[in-house]
Protein backbone atom coordinates (compact mmCIF):
# COMPACT_ATOMS: atom_id res chain seq x y z
CA UNK A 1 0.00 0.00 0.00
CA UNK A 2 1.19 3.82 -1.10
CA UNK A 3 2.24 5.68 2.20
CA UNK A 4 -0.72 8.23 2.57
CA UNK A 5 -0.15 11.34 4.49
CA UNK A 6 -1.94 11.81 7.86
CA UNK A 7 -4.33 14.54 6.38
CA UNK A 8 -5.04 12.65 3.76
CA UNK A 9 -6.44 9.21 4.58
CA UNK A 10 -9.56 7.20 3.33
CA UNK A 11 -12.66 7.98 5.06
CA UNK A 12 -12.64 4.27 5.58
CA UNK A 13 -9.39 1.72 5.97
CA UNK A 14 -8.29 -0.80 3.73
CA UNK A 15 -9.04 -4.44 4.73
CA UNK A 16 -7.05 -5.28 7.36
CA UNK A 17 -6.39 -1.90 8.23
CA UNK A 18 -7.07 0.52 11.05
CA UNK A 19 -6.65 4.16 11.82
CA UNK A 20 -4.43 4.85 14.73
CA UNK A 21 -3.97 8.15 16.66
CA UNK A 22 0.03 9.08 17.09
CA UNK A 23 0.23 9.33 20.91
CA UNK A 24 3.94 10.65 20.98
CA UNK A 25 6.36 11.37 18.58
CA UNK A 26 6.62 7.84 16.63
CA UNK A 27 9.47 7.03 14.26
CA UNK A 28 7.98 4.28 11.63
CA UNK A 29 9.08 4.61 8.54
CA UNK A 30 9.24 8.04 8.79
CA UNK A 31 8.15 10.89 11.81
CA UNK A 32 5.16 11.62 13.23
CA UNK A 33 3.81 14.04 15.85
CA UNK A 34 1.12 13.48 18.50
CA UNK A 35 -2.08 14.13 17.44
CA UNK A 36 -1.47 12.98 14.01
CA UNK A 37 -3.74 10.05 12.17
CA UNK A 38 -1.82 6.99 10.98
CA UNK A 39 -3.43 3.81 8.92
CA UNK A 40 -1.27 0.61 10.11
CA UNK A 41 -1.96 -3.11 9.90
CA UNK A 42 -2.44 -3.95 13.49
CA UNK A 43 -0.22 -6.69 13.40
CA UNK A 44 2.89 -3.87 12.65
CA UNK A 45 1.12 -1.84 15.02
CA UNK A 46 1.63 -4.10 17.95
CA UNK A 47 4.80 -2.97 19.02
CA UNK A 48 4.21 0.55 19.10
CA UNK A 49 0.92 0.37 20.55
CA UNK A 50 2.59 -1.68 23.45
CA UNK A 51 5.44 1.07 23.89
CA UNK A 52 2.48 3.82 24.31
CA UNK A 53 3.61 5.67 20.91
CA UNK A 54 -0.12 4.93 19.26
CA UNK A 55 -3.74 4.08 20.39
CA UNK A 56 -6.17 2.85 18.59
CA UNK A 57 -8.92 5.06 17.44
CA UNK A 58 -12.34 3.65 16.43
CA UNK A 59 -14.25 7.02 16.45
CA UNK A 60 -11.16 9.21 16.06
CA UNK A 61 -11.29 9.63 19.96
CA UNK A 62 -8.07 9.87 22.08
CA UNK A 63 -8.35 6.35 23.93
CA UNK A 64 -6.49 5.42 27.13
CA UNK A 65 -4.70 8.82 26.66
CA UNK A 66 -4.66 11.85 29.70
CA UNK A 67 -3.20 15.32 29.26
CA UNK A 68 -0.78 16.30 30.88
CA UNK A 69 0.97 19.69 31.74
CA UNK A 70 4.81 19.50 32.58
CA UNK A 71 5.50 21.89 35.39
CA UNK A 72 8.63 21.92 35.43
CA UNK A 73 11.65 20.78 32.71
CA UNK A 74 11.83 17.43 32.34
CA UNK A 75 13.26 14.96 30.00
CA UNK A 76 10.68 12.52 28.13
CA UNK A 77 10.67 11.32 24.36
CA UNK A 78 9.98 14.48 22.93
CA UNK A 79 13.71 15.57 24.30
CA UNK A 80 13.16 18.53 27.05
CA UNK A 81 9.87 20.30 27.28
CA UNK A 82 9.47 23.97 28.70
CA UNK A 83 7.12 24.72 31.36
CA UNK A 84 3.84 24.74 30.51
CA UNK A 85 3.94 22.63 27.80
CA UNK A 86 0.68 20.43 27.10
CA UNK A 87 1.55 17.05 26.21
CA UNK A 88 -0.91 13.95 25.44
CA UNK A 89 0.79 10.57 26.69
CA UNK A 90 -0.30 6.95 28.39
CA UNK A 91 -0.32 7.60 32.58
CA UNK A 92 2.02 4.31 32.97
CA UNK A 93 4.73 6.32 30.98
CA UNK A 94 4.38 9.36 33.57
CA UNK A 95 4.46 7.95 36.57
CA UNK A 96 7.82 8.89 37.57
CA UNK A 97 7.54 12.11 36.40
CA UNK A 98 4.28 12.88 38.04
CA UNK A 99 6.08 11.24 41.33
CA UNK A 100 8.87 14.02 41.38
CA UNK A 101 6.72 16.41 40.36
CA UNK A 102 7.66 17.16 36.57
CA UNK A 103 4.29 16.99 35.43
CA UNK A 104 0.46 17.49 36.79
CA UNK A 105 -2.38 16.00 34.99
CA UNK A 106 -5.23 18.34 33.97
CA UNK A 107 -8.68 17.36 35.31
CA UNK A 108 -9.92 20.48 33.56
CA UNK A 109 -8.96 23.87 31.66
CA UNK A 110 -6.62 25.80 33.10
CA UNK A 111 -4.53 28.92 31.97
CA UNK A 112 -1.02 28.60 31.66
CA UNK A 113 1.83 30.74 31.91
CA UNK A 114 3.73 31.22 28.48
CA UNK A 115 6.97 29.62 27.78
CA UNK A 116 9.89 31.34 29.44
CA UNK A 117 11.71 33.65 26.28
CA UNK A 118 14.33 31.90 24.29
CA UNK A 119 18.09 32.96 25.47
CA UNK A 120 18.77 35.64 23.48
CA UNK A 121 21.22 34.97 20.30
CA UNK A 122 24.82 35.78 20.64
CA UNK A 123 25.95 37.91 17.97
CA UNK A 124 29.27 36.05 16.76
CA UNK A 125 31.17 38.87 16.38
CA UNK A 126 30.52 39.87 20.22
CA UNK A 127 34.54 40.50 21.42
CA UNK A 128 35.32 38.15 24.48
CA UNK A 129 38.07 40.12 25.99
CA UNK A 130 41.75 38.30 25.85
CA UNK A 131 44.21 39.69 28.96
CA UNK A 132 46.95 38.75 26.95
CA UNK A 133 46.29 40.44 23.23
CA UNK A 134 44.02 43.31 24.15
CA UNK A 135 45.43 46.88 24.10
CA UNK A 136 46.16 47.30 27.61
CA UNK A 137 44.38 50.25 29.78
CA UNK A 138 46.10 53.26 30.21
CA UNK A 139 46.57 52.09 33.84
CA UNK A 140 48.11 48.88 32.62
CA UNK A 141 50.34 50.64 29.85
CA UNK A 142 51.48 52.69 32.39
CA UNK A 143 52.20 50.42 34.81
CA UNK A 144 53.64 48.30 31.68
CA UNK A 145 56.56 51.02 30.78
CA UNK A 146 59.98 49.92 30.67
CA UNK A 147 61.57 50.59 33.78
CA UNK A 148 64.53 53.20 32.85
CA UNK A 149 67.96 52.06 32.93
CA UNK A 150 69.34 55.48 34.24
CA UNK A 151 66.44 55.39 36.81
CA UNK A 152 67.48 51.56 38.27
CA UNK A 153 71.03 52.63 37.75
CA UNK A 154 70.60 55.47 40.25
CA UNK A 155 68.87 53.43 42.71
CA UNK A 156 71.18 50.70 42.24
CA UNK A 157 73.68 52.94 43.62
CA UNK A 158 71.43 53.71 46.76
CA UNK A 159 71.75 50.14 48.77
CA UNK A 160 68.94 51.33 51.37
CA UNK A 161 66.34 52.33 48.47
CA UNK A 162 67.28 49.40 46.54
CA UNK A 163 66.71 47.14 49.18
CA UNK A 164 62.99 48.69 49.86
CA UNK A 165 61.87 48.99 46.85
CA UNK A 166 62.96 45.74 45.23
CA UNK A 167 61.61 43.84 48.40
CA UNK A 168 58.09 45.55 47.78
CA UNK A 169 58.10 45.22 44.25
CA UNK A 170 59.03 41.48 42.55
CA UNK A 171 58.49 43.71 39.34
CA UNK A 172 61.55 45.78 40.53
CA UNK A 173 63.07 42.53 41.41
CA UNK A 174 63.65 41.33 38.30
CA UNK A 175 64.42 44.04 36.29
CA UNK A 176 67.09 44.43 38.71
CA UNK A 177 68.57 41.35 39.61
CA UNK A 178 67.61 39.45 36.89
CA UNK A 179 66.63 41.17 33.33
CA UNK A 180 69.57 41.09 31.46
CA UNK A 181 70.20 37.71 32.16
CA UNK A 182 67.00 36.44 31.42
CA UNK A 183 65.20 38.73 29.30
CA UNK A 184 67.16 40.10 26.12
CA UNK A 185 64.54 41.60 23.53
CA UNK A 186 62.39 43.55 26.02
CA UNK A 187 59.48 42.57 28.32
CA UNK A 188 56.07 41.48 26.61
CA UNK A 189 53.19 42.80 28.23
CA UNK A 190 52.18 39.06 29.89
CA UNK A 191 55.19 39.51 31.87
CA UNK A 192 53.57 42.25 33.28
CA UNK A 193 50.88 39.49 34.28
CA UNK A 194 53.85 37.18 35.81
CA UNK A 195 54.54 39.96 37.85
CA UNK A 196 51.19 40.55 39.11
CA UNK A 197 50.62 36.98 40.07
CA UNK A 198 53.49 36.66 42.31
CA UNK A 199 52.73 40.26 44.09
CA UNK A 200 48.96 39.47 44.98
CA UNK A 201 48.90 37.24 48.38
CA UNK A 202 45.50 36.91 47.89
CA UNK A 203 45.83 35.04 45.08
CA UNK A 204 46.28 31.29 46.32
CA UNK A 205 45.97 29.95 42.74
CA UNK A 206 47.20 30.29 39.47
CA UNK A 207 47.76 28.36 36.63
CA UNK A 208 50.11 29.61 33.13
CA UNK A 209 50.30 27.74 30.32
CA UNK A 210 52.34 29.70 27.89
CA UNK A 211 54.43 28.61 24.98
CA UNK A 212 57.96 27.84 25.18
CA UNK A 213 60.85 30.42 25.74
CA UNK A 214 57.97 32.72 27.20
CA UNK A 215 60.30 33.24 30.08
CA UNK A 216 57.78 31.94 32.50
CA UNK A 217 60.16 29.31 34.46
CA UNK A 218 62.70 32.02 34.79
CA UNK A 219 60.03 34.66 36.20
CA UNK A 220 57.39 32.65 38.03
CA UNK A 221 59.72 29.74 39.34
CA UNK A 222 63.54 31.01 39.27
CA UNK A 223 63.14 34.64 40.52
CA UNK A 224 59.52 34.03 42.58
CA UNK A 225 60.84 31.36 44.48
CA UNK A 226 63.70 33.39 45.48
CA UNK A 227 61.80 37.42 45.75
CA UNK A 228 59.27 35.09 47.75
CA UNK A 229 61.66 34.74 50.52
CA UNK A 230 63.33 37.57 50.38
CA UNK A 231 61.10 39.96 49.59
CA UNK A 232 57.65 41.31 51.11
CA UNK A 233 55.61 37.73 51.18
CA UNK A 234 58.56 36.27 53.45
CA UNK A 235 57.69 33.10 52.82
CA UNK A 236 59.31 30.27 54.75
CA UNK A 237 58.89 27.01 53.26
CA UNK A 238 59.04 27.01 49.05
CA UNK A 239 58.26 23.34 47.28
CA UNK A 240 59.67 23.49 43.55
CA UNK A 241 58.00 20.44 42.22
CA UNK A 242 58.26 18.96 39.24
CA UNK A 243 57.89 15.38 37.21
CA UNK A 244 61.05 13.72 37.74
CA UNK A 245 64.07 13.95 40.38
CA UNK A 246 66.47 15.47 37.64
CA UNK A 247 64.00 18.07 36.61
CA UNK A 248 63.37 19.26 40.07
CA UNK A 249 67.01 19.58 40.93
CA UNK A 250 67.35 21.45 37.58
CA UNK A 251 65.07 24.41 38.41
CA UNK A 252 66.44 23.88 42.23
CA UNK A 253 70.27 24.34 40.96
CA UNK A 254 69.13 27.47 38.80
CA UNK A 255 68.15 29.18 41.82
CA UNK A 256 70.88 28.14 43.45
CA UNK A 257 73.58 29.66 40.64
CA UNK A 258 71.21 33.09 41.10
CA UNK A 259 72.05 33.11 44.68
CA UNK A 260 75.72 32.27 44.21
CA UNK A 261 76.55 34.11 41.38
CA UNK A 262 74.88 37.08 41.45
CA UNK A 263 77.01 40.11 43.23
CA UNK A 264 73.96 42.99 44.07
CA UNK A 265 72.05 40.11 45.14
CA UNK A 266 74.34 39.08 47.44
CA UNK A 267 75.21 42.42 48.39
CA UNK A 268 71.94 43.59 49.06
CA UNK A 269 69.94 40.63 50.52
CA UNK A 270 73.03 38.53 51.45
CA UNK A 271 75.26 37.18 53.12
CA UNK A 272 73.84 33.91 52.64
CA UNK A 273 77.22 32.08 53.64
CA UNK A 274 76.33 30.73 56.98
CA UNK A 275 73.85 28.50 55.77
CA UNK A 276 75.69 27.09 52.16
CA UNK A 277 77.59 24.30 53.67
CA UNK A 278 73.53 23.10 54.23
CA UNK A 279 72.75 23.16 50.57
CA UNK A 280 72.11 19.58 48.75
CA UNK A 281 71.12 18.80 45.28
CA UNK A 282 67.10 18.73 46.64
CA UNK A 283 66.97 21.46 49.32
CA UNK A 284 68.65 24.79 49.86
CA UNK A 285 68.51 26.19 53.24
CA UNK A 286 68.81 30.14 53.40
CA UNK A 287 68.94 30.64 57.73
CA UNK A 288 69.08 34.66 57.18
CA UNK A 289 65.48 34.48 56.21
CA UNK A 290 64.71 31.25 58.41
CA UNK A 291 63.49 29.32 54.89
CA UNK A 292 64.24 26.40 52.82
CA UNK A 293 63.70 25.86 49.07
CA UNK A 294 62.76 22.01 48.79
CA UNK A 295 62.69 20.12 45.05
CA UNK A 296 60.00 17.44 45.15
CA UNK A 297 59.22 14.94 42.38
CA UNK A 298 56.66 12.80 41.29
CA UNK A 299 59.29 9.87 41.36
CA UNK A 300 60.17 10.86 45.01
CA UNK A 301 56.91 11.34 46.84
CA UNK A 302 55.91 13.96 48.72
CA UNK A 303 59.67 13.17 50.91
CA UNK A 304 60.65 16.69 53.10
CA UNK A 305 57.33 18.86 52.42
CA UNK A 306 57.91 20.44 56.07
CA UNK A 307 60.27 22.79 57.02
CA UNK A 308 60.53 22.01 61.05
CA UNK A 309 56.74 22.36 61.64
CA UNK A 310 56.03 24.86 58.71
CA UNK A 311 53.79 23.50 55.84
CA UNK A 312 55.12 24.45 52.55
CA UNK A 313 53.29 28.16 52.20
CA UNK A 314 54.76 28.32 48.55
CA UNK A 315 54.27 25.45 45.93
CA UNK A 316 55.65 26.01 42.36
CA UNK A 317 54.40 23.25 39.84
CA UNK A 318 56.13 23.31 37.32
CA UNK A 319 56.26 20.45 34.12
CA UNK A 320 54.88 18.27 35.84
CA UNK A 321 54.08 15.59 32.94
CA UNK A 322 55.03 15.74 29.52
CA UNK A 323 53.72 13.83 26.10
CA UNK A 324 54.66 10.31 27.26
CA UNK A 325 53.21 10.52 31.56
CA UNK A 326 49.85 11.49 29.26
CA UNK A 327 49.03 8.55 27.13
CA UNK A 328 46.67 6.89 28.93
CA UNK A 329 43.51 7.59 31.56
CA UNK A 330 45.28 5.76 34.41
CA UNK A 331 48.79 7.69 33.93
CA UNK A 332 46.67 10.88 33.64
CA UNK A 333 44.79 9.78 36.86
CA UNK A 334 48.23 9.03 38.63
CA UNK A 335 50.15 12.49 38.28
CA UNK A 336 46.17 14.35 39.34
CA UNK A 337 45.66 11.81 42.42
CA UNK A 338 49.50 12.53 43.27
CA UNK A 339 49.35 16.43 42.97
CA UNK A 340 45.46 16.55 44.58
CA UNK A 341 46.53 13.37 47.22
CA UNK A 342 50.04 14.26 48.14
CA UNK A 343 51.43 17.33 47.14
CA UNK A 344 48.83 19.62 47.47
CA UNK A 345 47.79 17.99 51.03
CA UNK A 346 51.06 19.08 52.43
CA UNK A 347 49.87 22.67 52.72
CA UNK A 348 47.61 24.52 54.18
CA UNK A 349 44.57 26.98 53.59
CA UNK A 350 47.37 29.85 53.60
CA UNK A 351 49.10 27.89 51.08
CA UNK A 352 50.18 29.60 47.57
CA UNK A 353 50.32 27.32 44.30
CA UNK A 354 51.34 28.48 41.41
CA UNK A 355 50.95 25.71 38.27
CA UNK A 356 53.35 26.37 35.18
CA UNK A 357 53.24 24.17 31.91
CA UNK A 358 52.53 23.54 28.66
CA UNK A 359 49.12 21.73 26.97
CA UNK A 360 50.28 18.05 26.00
CA UNK A 361 46.80 16.96 26.56
CA UNK A 362 42.97 18.07 26.92
CA UNK A 363 42.98 16.54 30.06
CA UNK A 364 46.46 16.71 30.89
CA UNK A 365 46.65 18.22 35.00
CA UNK A 366 46.66 21.59 33.51
CA UNK A 367 43.75 21.65 31.72
CA UNK A 368 42.01 20.22 34.65
CA UNK A 369 43.20 23.11 36.92
CA UNK A 370 42.32 25.19 33.66
CA UNK A 371 38.75 24.04 33.76
CA UNK A 372 38.50 23.82 37.42
CA UNK A 373 39.54 27.68 37.68
CA UNK A 374 36.90 28.53 34.61
CA UNK A 375 33.73 27.07 35.70
CA UNK A 376 34.08 28.05 38.98
CA UNK A 377 35.15 25.10 41.05
CA UNK A 378 38.62 26.50 42.36
CA UNK A 379 39.21 30.29 42.87
CA UNK A 380 41.87 31.24 41.13
CA UNK A 381 43.30 32.72 37.99
CA UNK A 382 44.22 31.03 34.81
CA UNK A 383 46.02 32.57 31.23
CA UNK A 384 46.56 30.62 28.30
CA UNK A 385 49.52 32.54 26.04
CA UNK A 386 50.21 31.57 22.70
CA UNK A 387 53.26 33.04 20.74
CA UNK A 388 50.68 35.01 18.36
CA UNK A 389 47.02 34.90 17.64
CA UNK A 390 45.09 36.05 14.32
CA UNK A 391 42.49 38.40 15.26
CA UNK A 392 39.31 38.89 13.86
CA UNK A 393 40.38 40.33 10.10
CA UNK A 394 42.88 37.45 10.14
CA UNK A 395 45.57 40.18 11.10
CA UNK A 396 48.47 39.67 12.96
CA UNK A 397 48.74 39.65 17.01
CA UNK A 398 51.98 39.06 18.77
CA UNK A 399 51.68 38.03 22.22
CA UNK A 400 55.03 39.41 22.50
CA UNK A 401 55.70 42.46 20.09
CA UNK A 402 59.02 43.95 21.09
CA UNK A 403 60.60 40.22 20.17
CA UNK A 404 58.45 39.52 17.44
CA UNK A 405 57.06 43.21 15.90
CA UNK A 406 55.92 41.61 12.84
CA UNK A 407 54.72 38.20 11.03
CA UNK A 408 57.77 37.66 8.79
CA UNK A 409 59.79 38.32 12.22
CA UNK A 410 58.07 35.08 13.65
CA UNK A 411 58.02 33.23 9.99
CA UNK A 412 62.00 33.37 10.42
CA UNK A 413 61.69 32.32 13.81
CA UNK A 414 59.30 29.39 12.57
CA UNK A 415 61.66 28.39 9.68
CA UNK A 416 64.17 27.03 12.58
CA UNK A 417 61.27 24.65 14.60
CA UNK A 418 62.32 21.27 13.21
CA UNK A 419 58.75 20.44 12.43
CA UNK A 420 55.15 21.33 12.24
CA UNK A 421 54.11 19.47 15.36
CA UNK A 422 56.21 20.82 17.54
CA UNK A 423 55.28 24.36 16.68
CA UNK A 424 51.91 23.87 17.32
CA UNK A 425 52.49 22.26 20.70
CA UNK A 426 55.15 24.20 21.97
CA UNK A 427 54.56 27.53 20.70
CA UNK A 428 50.83 27.63 19.22
CA UNK A 429 49.58 25.96 22.46
CA UNK A 430 47.40 23.48 20.43
CA UNK A 431 46.81 19.85 21.38
CA UNK A 432 48.27 17.49 18.64
CA UNK A 433 46.65 14.35 17.67
CA UNK A 434 48.54 11.20 17.76
CA UNK A 435 48.95 9.85 14.29
CA UNK A 436 45.96 8.16 12.54
CA UNK A 437 43.60 9.70 14.90
CA UNK A 438 40.59 8.53 13.57
CA UNK A 439 38.14 10.94 14.97
CA UNK A 440 39.01 14.92 15.64
CA UNK A 441 37.77 17.02 18.43
CA UNK A 442 36.86 19.39 14.86
CA UNK A 443 35.05 16.60 13.52
CA UNK A 444 32.37 16.42 16.03
CA UNK A 445 28.77 18.28 15.45
CA UNK A 446 26.98 19.67 18.80
CA UNK A 447 23.14 19.68 19.83
CA UNK A 448 21.60 22.34 21.85
CA UNK A 449 19.41 19.94 23.90
CA UNK A 450 16.94 22.83 25.09
CA UNK A 451 15.78 23.93 21.68
CA UNK A 452 15.83 20.66 19.53
CA UNK A 453 12.76 18.54 19.84
CA UNK A 454 12.07 15.66 17.47
CA UNK A 455 10.44 12.33 17.33
CA UNK A 456 12.59 9.89 18.63
CA UNK A 457 13.60 5.92 18.03
CA UNK A 458 15.61 5.54 21.48
CA UNK A 459 18.49 3.31 21.06
CA UNK A 460 21.55 2.30 23.18
CA UNK A 461 24.80 0.37 21.93
CA UNK A 462 26.20 -1.64 25.05
CA UNK A 463 29.80 -3.13 25.30
CA UNK A 464 29.90 -6.26 27.92
CA UNK A 465 32.28 -7.03 30.52
CA UNK A 466 30.78 -9.25 33.12
CA UNK A 467 33.48 -8.66 35.90
CA UNK A 468 34.02 -6.23 39.04
CA UNK A 469 37.70 -7.57 39.36
CA UNK A 470 39.69 -4.43 39.40
CA UNK A 471 41.73 -5.28 36.22
CA UNK A 472 38.56 -5.76 33.98
CA UNK A 473 36.85 -3.58 31.73
CA UNK A 474 34.33 -1.53 32.17
CA UNK A 475 30.54 -2.28 30.85
CA UNK A 476 29.46 0.41 28.57
CA UNK A 477 26.07 1.66 27.63
CA UNK A 478 25.91 4.68 25.23
CA UNK A 479 22.47 5.93 24.27
CA UNK A 480 20.98 8.19 21.48
CA UNK A 481 17.79 10.05 19.80
CA UNK A 482 17.24 8.83 16.07
CA UNK A 483 14.49 11.20 14.52
CA UNK A 484 14.19 12.42 11.09
CA UNK A 485 15.47 16.11 9.66
CA UNK A 486 12.96 16.91 7.10
CA UNK A 487 14.91 19.91 6.15
CA UNK A 488 18.41 17.61 5.14
CA UNK A 489 16.23 14.82 4.39
CA UNK A 490 18.25 12.21 6.14
CA UNK A 491 18.26 10.63 9.64
CA UNK A 492 20.13 11.95 12.82
CA UNK A 493 21.46 10.67 16.11
CA UNK A 494 21.70 12.60 19.23
CA UNK A 495 23.61 11.28 21.53
CA UNK A 496 22.60 11.45 25.35
CA UNK A 497 24.54 12.64 27.82
CA UNK A 498 26.15 11.01 30.71
CA UNK A 499 26.94 7.34 29.31
CA UNK A 500 27.04 4.42 31.76
CA UNK A 501 30.11 3.22 32.24
CA UNK A 502 31.04 1.11 35.18
CA UNK A 503 32.17 -2.57 36.52
CA UNK A 504 29.25 -4.37 36.97
CA UNK A 505 28.59 -8.39 37.01
CA UNK A 506 26.30 -10.32 34.84
CA UNK A 507 22.90 -9.86 36.84
CA UNK A 508 23.76 -6.27 37.80
CA UNK A 509 24.02 -5.43 33.95
CA UNK A 510 20.79 -7.45 33.54
CA UNK A 511 18.79 -5.28 36.08
CA UNK A 512 20.91 -1.99 34.76
CA UNK A 513 19.08 -2.47 31.37
CA UNK A 514 15.75 -3.39 32.10
CA UNK A 515 16.07 -0.23 34.38
CA UNK A 516 16.83 1.95 31.90
CA UNK A 517 14.27 0.77 29.50
CA UNK A 518 11.37 0.95 32.53
CA UNK A 519 12.33 4.17 34.08
CA UNK A 520 12.73 5.77 30.69
CA UNK A 521 9.53 4.05 29.32
CA UNK A 522 11.32 4.67 25.53
CA UNK A 523 10.78 2.43 22.51
CA UNK A 524 13.78 1.61 21.51
CA UNK A 525 16.73 -1.14 20.79
CA UNK A 526 19.91 -2.39 22.64
CA UNK A 527 22.42 -3.14 20.09
CA UNK A 528 24.76 -6.05 21.49
CA UNK A 529 28.13 -7.76 20.48
CA UNK A 530 26.94 -10.90 19.35
CA UNK A 531 30.18 -13.31 20.54
CA UNK A 532 30.74 -15.22 23.41
CA UNK A 533 29.45 -14.52 26.56
CA UNK A 534 27.26 -11.48 25.55
CA UNK A 535 25.22 -14.33 22.94
CA UNK A 536 23.78 -15.42 26.15
CA UNK A 537 23.24 -12.07 27.97
CA UNK A 538 21.05 -11.28 24.88
CA UNK A 539 18.88 -14.08 24.90
CA UNK A 540 18.18 -13.41 28.55
CA UNK A 541 16.95 -9.89 27.40
CA UNK A 542 14.84 -11.30 24.82
CA UNK A 543 12.97 -13.69 26.58
CA UNK A 544 12.44 -10.64 29.44
CA UNK A 545 11.29 -8.57 26.49
CA UNK A 546 13.70 -6.42 25.64
CA UNK A 547 14.30 -5.45 21.85
CA UNK A 548 18.04 -6.86 21.38
CA UNK A 549 19.99 -6.68 18.13
CA UNK A 550 22.82 -8.94 18.37
CA UNK A 551 26.16 -7.35 16.31
CA UNK A 552 28.54 -9.60 14.61
CA UNK A 553 31.81 -7.26 14.35
CA UNK A 554 33.44 -7.02 11.66
CA UNK A 555 37.15 -6.19 11.46
CA UNK A 556 39.38 -4.44 13.98
CA UNK A 557 37.96 -1.66 16.54
CA UNK A 558 39.63 1.11 14.00
CA UNK A 559 38.01 -0.96 11.27
CA UNK A 560 34.57 -0.37 12.45
CA UNK A 561 35.64 3.16 14.04
CA UNK A 562 36.37 4.02 10.60
CA UNK A 563 32.91 2.85 9.62
CA UNK A 564 31.06 4.74 11.98
CA UNK A 565 33.43 7.99 11.80
CA UNK A 566 31.36 8.84 8.67
CA UNK A 567 28.42 9.05 10.37
CA UNK A 568 29.80 11.62 13.31
CA UNK A 569 31.97 14.16 10.66
CA UNK A 570 29.10 14.72 8.23
CA UNK A 571 26.82 15.63 11.59
CA UNK A 572 24.30 12.27 11.56
CA UNK A 573 25.57 11.86 14.30
CA UNK A 574 25.55 14.81 17.29
CA UNK A 575 26.70 15.36 20.80
CA UNK A 576 25.63 17.13 23.48
CA UNK A 577 27.77 20.18 25.01
CA UNK A 578 28.11 18.69 28.29
CA UNK A 579 28.05 15.07 29.38
CA UNK A 580 29.84 13.12 27.05
CA UNK A 581 33.67 14.33 28.05
CA UNK A 582 35.00 10.87 29.12
CA UNK A 583 33.23 8.90 25.51
CA UNK A 584 34.90 12.17 23.24
CA UNK A 585 38.19 11.41 25.44
CA UNK A 586 38.19 7.69 24.61
CA UNK A 587 36.93 8.26 20.93
CA UNK A 588 39.72 11.37 20.17
CA UNK A 589 42.33 8.71 21.67
CA UNK A 590 41.72 5.52 20.71
CA UNK A 591 44.85 3.12 20.63
CA UNK A 592 46.59 5.23 23.54
CA UNK A 593 43.54 5.26 26.12
CA UNK A 594 43.85 1.64 28.43
CA UNK A 595 39.99 1.44 28.43
CA UNK A 596 37.55 2.17 24.92
CA UNK A 597 34.70 0.79 26.13
CA UNK A 598 32.02 3.62 25.44
CA UNK A 599 33.60 4.18 21.92
CA UNK A 600 32.99 0.22 21.46
CA UNK A 601 28.86 1.16 22.90
CA UNK A 602 29.21 3.94 20.45
CA UNK A 603 30.29 2.20 17.69
CA UNK A 604 27.56 -0.34 17.81
CA UNK A 605 24.84 2.18 18.34
CA UNK A 606 25.47 4.35 15.30
CA UNK A 607 26.21 1.03 13.17
CA UNK A 608 22.94 -0.86 14.85
CA UNK A 609 20.77 2.25 14.40
CA UNK A 610 21.82 3.38 10.83
CA UNK A 611 21.96 -0.35 9.84
CA UNK A 612 25.30 -0.04 8.10
CA UNK A 613 26.41 -3.72 7.50
CA UNK A 614 23.66 -5.20 9.43
CA UNK A 615 20.41 -6.85 8.95
CA UNK A 616 18.33 -5.45 11.28
CA UNK A 617 14.30 -5.49 11.94
CA UNK A 618 12.64 -2.72 10.18
CA UNK A 619 8.78 -1.49 10.45
CA UNK A 620 8.28 -1.38 6.64
CA UNK A 621 4.74 -0.26 4.80
CA UNK A 622 2.67 -2.97 3.35
Not at 483 to 512: C, G, K, V
Not at 582 to 591: S, T, V
Request: net charge negative; aromatic share 10%.
Amino acid sequence: MENNQPNSLPEVPPPGFARYRVVRDVWVSKSYHPGELIELNPADAEQHVSEGEIVLCPNQELATVKKYSVVKYTVISLGILRDGVLIDIEPKFVKAHVRDGSMNYLCGEVELPPPPPPPPIRDEAEHEPDPIFDQPTSEEAEIQKPLPEELIQKIAANPKILFAVTKRSFQWFFCVFFWKEYVTKGLAPFHFKFFNIAQDENLKRASVVAFRMAGKSAILNTAYAVWAIMGNPRKRNVAIVSKTKDMAQKHLKNIRMVIENNPLLRKIFGPFGEGEDEWRNSLLVIPKYGAQIAAMSLEEGKRGGRFGAIRPDLMIIDDIEDTDSITTQESRDKIWNWLVGEIMALGDEATKIVYLGNIVHEDAVLMRIERSIQEGRMKGLCYRIPIMKHGANDEFLSSWPSRFPTRESLEEFKSGIPDEITWQREYMLRIVPPDGQIVKPEDIHYYDEESELHSSHFSHGVDLAISKSQNADYTAIVSGDKWYDDAYRRSRLHIQPHPINRRMDFEETIRQILTLEEENGRSGEFFIEKVSFQQYAIEVLQKKGIRVTGMRPGGDKQARLMVAAKFIKDGSVRFPRTGCEHLLRQLFNLGTEKHDDLVDALVYLILGTFAEGMDLMKVVWI
